[in-house]
DNA sequence: TCAAAAGTGTTAGGTGTACACCCATGA
DNA sequence: TCATGGGTGTACACCTAACACTTTTGA
């Protein structure tokens, strides 16, 4: 922090002093956004009137009006001014693109490289939102020619690794494939983990970019990641529930994020003190009701 | 990401032409800085011939030599330049200020709040880089007065908790307190955790900050917090040790972390894993002397 | 009647905790 | 000799995976 400190005589004058003659414009500043990863939980399509309807993970892309990547889809995000806070920034963009507020949001990274963004040296706060599937009704903002909900999918295609004398090298390649009705999106990500006695070292590249602009499927590929580790410990996915819901739709959305198959019998044991149930049922389909719960205000979590 | 969409006729261009008349210079933009938190293992007192001295953390702080807080404690950092990226520069500071390189570093957060720094509108990323306590010789950078290893402690003061209808509200006032051979720093922390519903709402606030810089009493709160959480499931505590260890001594540094006292026997089946003899011991004091052990390249975390 | 989901009971295997106990050392 | 830390064995409590089984529904 020495910005300033080297103005005239810096030490022998009150900080009051110092504060009034600072002078903030002399040196060139990059520009500061925030970028916002929007998750929700969309139910598919039926099978037959017996089965349920599988869900499926909802990502909110914009599509850009202007260059550079005209056409391409992104984050939605914006400048922050010089008068709000970081999350505040966050929240109004928020507001402005989807008419949601008061939900659940998380700083997740700081994007700093140098060249992320053509126009000039850009770095991004992103922060991920996590919306209750039935209050989303999207209104695309001004800045935003198109706005639309894409289903998220990460498919692992290569996976390498190699154990040597002093440690091993973990490489793994990934397909992020989004879709809605007409369009869809695809990167592959590959990570490089390094592991060499007490040093441990993770890379990650982009390869072969599909319509998704600037660095955000890397930015998109990290917010999987902390939503998949994150759900393991936190009662984080409750926020993308409704406020009463069927232990089968519950366990479906851990499915889905953590991509492993759970076994029904266990999940509900595990969930048990997490809920609290309503006495209400959901008259069903062509099975056995099933009990609604809601999230037990009392729970503890960890 | 509207900047720079409206210049004259944004969409009727080519890519490379709208680059090439892009003017970054339209709008204010705050400064960005990168903050360090350099954690180490320093070792104590010894008791008397048989007793191992007990283990310390340590942080790194700069005393400021220019205004605003002039004579306090700030953290280590600096200004992010235009074409290094944040880890770059985070790299960077840390070496300028203790001559270290190639240790472990982690993004923690980015805190943008708009009064957190009198001068101006300064958001800053911080890092946290930890350091094995063996190879730390300390040289005070060009616009630091002073740099000091400070010894950390945190201390829980007072804890309410209610619990109503609909959730509960957890308060908890922890003083946060740094001490060098000559100097003691302290800072309240406020937190207030509510529940409510779904709804789950966190704040934090400084009261009664004696000198330590800027909002950095809190930035040293979240770091230590980050900390706690990440020893419990990843490895990250080896960053902190020497390459030839005992268990008694790896022992120490989760209790200090976590604030916690441990078995001896669970944790040393919990390490077993992770660790290799080295066939080496360390001849030692008044008791039977202690393996060695260096941490296992195979092992695997989670 | 039956496919599909809801929900419960039981068991086996693994993991963490507590504690007892022995070993080795140097002043 | 003895305080102190190094290190192992064992018993028990708890958690979780796996699977079998019963219940309930609508077409």
Redesign the pocket.
């Known amino acids: 922090m020495s910005h300033g400190d080297k103005a005239f005589d810096p030490v022998n004058i009150s900080e009051e002093e110092f504060l009034q003659t600072y002078d903030a414009g002399e040196y060139e500043r990059p520009s500061v956004t925030v970028d916002m990863l929007v998750f929700t939980i969309r139910s598919g399509e039926q099978e037959?009137?017996?089965?349920?309807a599988e869900p499926e993970l909802g990502l909110l892309l914009i599509r850009r009006g202007g260059h550079p990547y005209l056409g391409q889809w992104a984050l939605p995000g914006g400048f922050v001014s010089m008068h709000e806070s970081l999350e505040d920034a966050a929240r109004r963009e928020l507001h402005m693109e989807t008419g949601l507020d008061g939900i659940y949001l998380e700083q997740l990274y700081t994007w700093g490289d140098v060249g992320r963004d053509p126009r000039t040296r850009v770095i991004s706060c992103s922060y991920m939102a996590l919306v209750d599937s039935s209050e989303l009704e999207l209104q695309a903002g001004d800045d935003a020619s198109d706005a639309s909900w894409f289903w998220v999918e990460q498919k692992l295609i290569e996976e390498k690794r190699h154990i040597h004398e002093r440690g091993r090298v973990t490489e793994r390649r990934i397909q992020l494939v989004l879709s809605n009705e007409t369009e869809q999106l695809s990167a592959i990500v590959d990570t490089k983990e390094q592991v060499e006695g007490r040093v441990r070292n993770s890379n990650l590249s982009l390869v072969d970019v599909q319509g998704i602009a600037f660095d955000h499927a890397q930015i998109i590929h990290y917010a999987l990641e902390r939503l998949r580790s994150k759900i393991e410990y936190t009662d984080i996915a409750f926020n993308l529930m409704p406020e009463k819901f069927?232990?089968?739709a519950l366990q479906k959305v851990y499915e889905i994020i953590s991509g492993k198959k759970l076994?029904?019998?266990?999940f509900?044991?595990?969930m048990a003190d997490w809920v609290t149930e309503t006495g209400e049922y959901a008259?069903?389909?062509?099975?056995?009701?099933?009990?609604l719960y809601r999230l037990n205000p009392e729970r503890e979590v960890l």
Request: without cysteine.
């Open positions: 037959n009137y017996r089965k349920l069927t232990l089968t076994l029904a019998a266990a509900r044991r595990k008259s069903s389909a062509g099975h056995r009701p099933s009990r």
